[in-house]
């Protein structure tokens, strides 16, 4: 059973997608695939690390955070200074600073 419920509302970045599948056997395991437009949706990718979860009864799918795997240039080129620009040299000198 495939069935797909799709909104989007123009002009917002939430969009909403649902998808109606049955859950297989895999092994001692259940298992469902991700079909391609709902993994598009969710930027998820073949071989990505995600994190399962359950809250309140459902199960919750989201990958995992890489910033530790990005290198020193990647962090700096995410830096936004307006958003953290001064909050470090907020207090006066507390010894020998320059």
Do not use: C
Request: net charge positive.
């Amino acid at each position: 059973m495939f069935m797909l419920l799709y909104n989007r509302r123009v002009g917002e970045k939430s969009i909403f997608m649902e998808i109606r599948l049955i859950i297989k056997k895999w092994g001692n395991n259940l298992g469902v695939r991700l079909p391609a437009t709902i993994a598009s949706e969710a930027h998820l990718h073949a071989d990505q690390e995600v994190r399962l979860s359950v809250k309140h009864g459902r199960v919750i799918v989201e990958p995992v955070s890489t910033i530790a795997n990005l290198t020193l240039a990647d962090r700096l080129n995410l830096f936004d200074p307006a958003l953290h620009g001064g909050e470090v040299m907020a207090a006066e000198r507390v010894g020998a600073e320059l």
